[in-house]
């Protein structure tokens, strides 16, 4: 009986014993790209639920098996993964520039995102230069929340935008446009997308505390770009379009026009009217007055007359009180005639 207890004591001794071997403590510190202790930051064991977080010194103690690796990471900053050797551990985190350095305009300034509270949409053109944008509501298209319409115009530049709906009956819908910090009454044609460095769109209510009633439909805040140190860049953009109209019609000359004038009241020749048809009743006698209308050769192509009969011709007004102008060219009068 005592052989067994020795036994049994013995391997409880040699367990401990191995357990102790496959486990290792390792120690470290953590700490920012400026020296700064990170206070909080996650220690984990890879695979494992087993870890522990950085004290107010940024240094950690945590038990890992051999071979081991740690994975160190915190709000704002890059992950990292270490692997133990058995030494401590010295660990520098970087911060993550990407999301949280990310600068956007938000009424009297610029701001971080991570201070940000907030909807701020923001838009760099530079991403979407393949697309040719080729308005400023080109480049706001796609946006999450903003509606941009399409108009029919020439010019096309008055499509509608709405950043959140329709909201109001009475007063216009439209979000309030500032451009570098000033608030934009113009048409947006007049802003050319390759001078616009960045686009900012501020969604939510909290945009008025800034701006006011004008912003309740929601702000679109343009900045253009700056000047930066550093060697000159160049950029060179060109575009090329071919348009085609869709058929071809030949248009009356003012002789022609006349002479389809002629020709129509002829065709529609009424009994009572003349052998000219309704063109002669027409130019000259009133249907109600009986009096006369146009004086004979008042449609006559000037060219055609004598330099005597051309001036009679000019100051002969009719009814239509079509005289001439003071140093108006008689082809001017005469087309003026026959409109």
Known sequence: MQKLKTFIMSMIISTCCMMTYAQTRV??????????SVIGASILEKGTSNGTITDIDGNFSLSVSQGAILQISYIGYISQEVTVTGQPL?????EDTKTLDEVVVVGYGTMRKKDLTGSVIQINPDKI????????QDILRG???LQIGYDASAKGTNASILLRGQNSLGTSASPLIVLDGMAFYGELSEINPDDIGQIDVLKDASSAAIYGAKAAAGVIIISTKKGKSGKPVINVSTNWAVNNKSAYRDYFNANDYMRYREDW???NFTYGKGNDGFYGYYRAVDRNSGEL??????????????AGDRNAWATATGKSGFGPSEGESHQSLYARRLQ
């Open 27 to 36: 120690t470290g510190n953590v700490v920012d790209a400026f020296g700064e």
């Open 90 to 94: 010295s660990i520098i985190l970087l």
């Open 129 to 136: 230069a393949d697309q040719n944008p080729s308005s400023v």
């Open 143 to 145: 946006t999450p929340g």
């Open 265 to 267: 009241y002829m065709m």
């Open 293 to 306: 209308v146009y004086p004979s050769g008042y449609f006559n192509n000037p060219d055609n007359l004598s």
